[in-house]
Nanobody, 122 residues
Framework: QVQLVESGGGLVQPGGSLRLSCAAS????????IGWFRQAPGKEREGVSC????????YYADSVKGRFTISRDNAKNTVYLQMDRLRPEDTAVYYC???????????????WGKGTLVTVSS
């Protein structure tokens, strides 16, 4: 059974950093596409960063390029999102999601975690 469990959210001041973790079980990381999505209050869910299995590439949303870094530890079956220079507009629930077809499209992700809240505020 596939499970994704996020952790690491919290309250941080603008300009600060947080690292999110996604512990995966029921599959191995290199067999699926896996990444991070977020949903801000009153807005639609959007992609943040994702490892594609189809071509081995990594996706970053334009709004987070240069500030966020996705990484993985295959031994721990865990994916991370290091978020630096956080802005108030980064406030959202962050979700980990996986797709057994290897893509990173919002509506194609098969499995979702419950999310972790990140609040950027002074």
């Amino acid at each position: 059974q596939v499970q994704l469990v996020e952790s690491g959210g919290g309250l941080v001041q603008p300009g600060g950093s947080l690292r999110l973790s996604c512990a995966a079980s029921g599959f191995t990381l290199d067999s699926y596409a896996i990444g991070w999505f977020r949903q801000a209050p009153g807005k639609e869910r959007e992609g943040v960063s994702c490892f594609r299995r189809t071509d081995g590439s990594t996706y970053y949303a334009d709004s987070v390029k240069g500030r966020f870094t996705i990484s993985r530890d295959n031994a721990k079956n865990t994916v991370y999102l290091q978020m630096d220079r956080l802005r108030p507009e980064d406030t959202a629930v962050y979700y980990c999601a996986a797709d057994d077809q290897g893509h990173c499209t919002l509506y194609g992700m098969d499995y979702w975690g419950k999310g972790t809240l990140v609040t950027v505020s002074s």
